[in-house]
Structure formats: structure tokens, C-alpha cells
């Protein structure tokens, strides 16, 4: 039965994630505002809107362990199963933004989120403040370099520019309703596997839970690389990883402190998600500069499968 309900959570999270993305668009052209903004600003914080629901009603469920684990492990499920099994399917090359702006930027507030729940176990309001105001400075640094290079927005559908106010408000509605609901039964879903499996809240979250709400934009992916159309950009996935954290955990943490419950959340997790996100310099580089071919994926992966198998064993 707990299956069932992670199973319907993740159904109503990503029809739920759809409609506010299209209500979020449609709202953002009757704004006025920028093709380059939307997609930078509006779809991003969008699109993260499940994790942050997740993590949100886990927090204030008193469940921290889901709240952490969920975006920790989604970090490393987007770059060891979604990357990885994208560049088996076909191979992505890599722009030079990679390793200017975006990977640094992942790695240092990666780094700054171990040091903030290493000093006292706990992410509290000012924390999650700190790394909310550091995406906007990321974002406001990004939105300037684009409209300076006069980067072209692939994503945002033109339609929505015609859609009646009615609708948007209907969508919003329905958006809401199935992120409200699909958050309430993941979370509930998530408590009661781990205590029939007889495993940590943690280990649910950093494997089954992270790995879900990272369906949709595998699914994506892999459709884009099967049909040899542009796959998923390494950008994105970073930028999704920013802004889990500076998004998710920093608006979590100023509605409710997020605590360490479980010590292998730090002495073990968070390394893997840092591991993960470094060894991406070394991939791009060697041997076959800008690439990340069908060998990398694989080493991705098969990783990706050594830190599951170990999330479950290593409590036993």
C-alpha cells in the first residue's frame, strides 16, 4: 500500500509540476516579460516546485531526513542516472559556460551547504536565507551574460501567449491542488515503506523518492536522445542541482529549520552528491575534450547503482 501511495504522490507532483508551468508562462507573457527571463526565472523555480512541496510538507512533518534526502539524492540522481543514461543513448557535447559560471557555482554552494549543517546539525532561517539570496545573485550574473551573448530560449511555448485568463487561473488551481496532494502522499507514502522495509527515512528519500521526482526529466532525455533531437544540456541539470539547493533547501529552511537527523546524511551523502558534481571536470576534459560520450555515461551510472546499493546496505 505505501507503494501505491509514493506511486499516485509522484503522478499528482508531475501533472501538478505541468500545470504551473504553463499557468507560470501564460502569466509571465501577460506581464510582459522577457522570453530569457521567463525561462531563466519563471520555468526554473517552476519545475522545482514538487521538490520544494516535498521537502516543505517534510520539514513541517517533523521528517528532516526526507527533507534533505530528497534533494540531496536528486542531485545525484540527475547527473548519475539521468546524465549518465543520456550520453549512453547519445553522446552531449559541452558548452564553455559549463566550467566558467554553472559547475562552479554547483560545487561552491554544494560546499557552503555541507559547512551550514555541519555547524550545528541544523539549516535554520538565515541559512536558508543566505542561499536563497545567493540564487538571486547567481540568476541576476546569468540573465546578464545571456542578454549580452544574446542567448536564444528553446523551451518556452509561443502559444501560451494567447491563453485566456481563465485558464491560467484553472491551471494554477489544478497545479496547486496536485503539487498540494501529491507532496502530502509522497511523504506519507515514503514513511510508511521505510518501516516496512525496516530502513531509515534517509534511505527512501536518497534513493526511491529522489529518483522519482527525477522521472520526468529523464523521460524527457531519453525521448530527446532517441529521437537524436538535442538532449537534455548539462546547463540544465546543473542549474536544476543550484537551484534544489538554494531553492528548495533556502526556501524550506526559512519556513521550517531543517535538521540532521540521520549522521550518514553528512558522513555520507552529501560526499556523494560533492563527488558526483567534482568528477564532472575530469569527464569534460579527458580524454575527448567537451564530450561526455558513451564510456563517461556508463562510469555515471554504474556509479550511480554502487551508491544505491550501498544507501541500502550500509544501515544493515
Do not use: C, H
Not at 16 to 37: C, D, H, M
Not at 150 to 169: H, P, Q, R
Request: net charge neutral; glycine share 8%.
Amino acid at each position: 500500500m505505501s507503494l501505491l501511495w509514493v506511486i499516485l504522490g509522484l503522478i499528482l507532483l508531475v501533472i501538478g509540476g505541468e500545470f504551473l508551468v504553463r499557468s507560470s508562462v501564460a502569466l509571465s507573457f501577460k506581464f510582459n516579460i522577457s522570453k530569457l527571463v521567463i525561462g531563466m526565472t519563471v520555468v526554473s523555480f517552476a519545475t522545482s516546485a514538487p521538490e520544494l512541496l516535498v521537502s516543505l510538507q517534510a520539514a513541517l512533518d517533523g521528517s528532516s531526513d526526507i527533507a534533505l534526502g530528497n534533494v540531496i539524492g536528486s542531485n545525484i540522481a540527475n547527473i548519475g542516472l539521468v546524465l549518465g543514461i543520456t550520453a549512453i543513448i547519445s553522446p552531449l557535447a559541452i558548452d564553455k559556460s559549463f566550467y566558467k559560471l554553472n559547475w562552479p557555482m554547483m560545487m561552491l554552494i554544494s560546499v557552503i551547504l555541507y559547512f551550514m549543517l555541519s555547524s550545528g546539525n541544523v539549516l535554520d532561517f538565515k541559512e536558508g536565507l543566505a542561499l536563497f539570496i545567493s540564487l538571486v545573485i547567481f540568476l541576476y550574473i546569468l540573465i546578464k551574460k545571456s542578454k549580452s551573448e544574446a542567448e536564444v530560449v528553446e523551451d518556452i511555448d509561443d502559444a501560451l501567449m494567447e491563453t485566456s485568463n481563465f485558464k491560467v487561473v484553472l491551471w494554477l488551481i489544478i497545479g496547486g491542488a496536485a503539487l498540494y496532494f501529491g507532496s502530502e502522499w509522497l511523504v506519507f507514502g515514503a514513511k510508511e515503506m521505510a518501516l516496512s522495509l525496516g530502513v531509515s527515512e534517509r534511505v527512501i528519500s536518497v534513493t526511491m523518492v529522489a529518483i522519482g521526482t527525477s522521472v520526468p526529466e529523464l523521460a524527457a532525455s531519453v525521448i530527446a536522445a532517441l529521437k537524436k533531437e538535442k538532449a537534455i544540456s548539462l546547463g540544465n541539470l546543473i542549474g536544476s542541482n543550484i537551484f534544489n539547493i538554494a531553492s528548495v533547501l533556502g526556501l524550506t529552511a526559512m519556513i521550517q529549520s531543517i535538521s540532521v537527523d540521520n549522521p550518514q546524511i553528512l558522513s555520507s551523502d552529501i560526499f556523494w552528491m560533492m563527488a558526483f558534481s567534482a568528477v564532472l571536470i575530469p569527464l569534460v576534459f579527458i580524454p575527448k575534450r567537451f564530450e561526455i560520450g558513451r564510456y563517461k555515461g556508463l562510469i555515471l551510472l554504474v556509479a550511480y547503482a554502487i551508491f544505491i546499493f550501498l544507501a541500502f546496505t550500509g544501515e544493515k
